[in-house]
Nanobody
């Protein structure tokens, strides 16, 4: 597995979680990275993206101000700090590596996808 997300779990509303994504150097280097999620019965949706340089980030409106994306280029790691979690954040979260260095909100821009990690938020 060359993209592996971890850190999911079951929490209460208002709690925090930090997701991690370990990537191979080939997938990680020079590429933007992103987080997407898919709730039960719904389509996959964009959550956040970060450029290769980490200078540029974008967030879905639904998570803006609560989630923070970051990356460690030396260790090929991607992170998503999720604070003030809500029940509507419940989903399987996927990390993905884009085809280029710039941040991307469209799933079509991503070449590699990891296995997801489940986040369950109860009220």
């Amino acid at each position: 597995v060359q993209l592996q997300a971890s850190g999911g779990g079951s929490v209460q509303a208002g709690d925090s979680l930090r997701l991690s994504c370990a990537a191979s150097r080939r997938m990680f280097n020079n590429n933007a990275m992103g987080w997407f999620r898919q709730a039960p019965g719904k389509e996959r949706e964009f959550v956040s993206t970060i450029s290769w340089s980490a200078m540029y980030t974008h967030y879905a409106d639904s998570v803006k101000g609560r989630f923070t994306i970051s990356r460690d280029n030396g260790n090929n790691m991607l992170y998503l700090q999720m604070n003030s979690l809500k029940p509507e954040d419940t989903a399987v979260y996927f990390c993905a590596a884009a085809r280029g260095a710039g941040p991307a909100t469209n799933s079509q821009a991503y070449r590699y996808w990891g296995q997801g990690t489940l986040v369950t938020v109860s009220s």
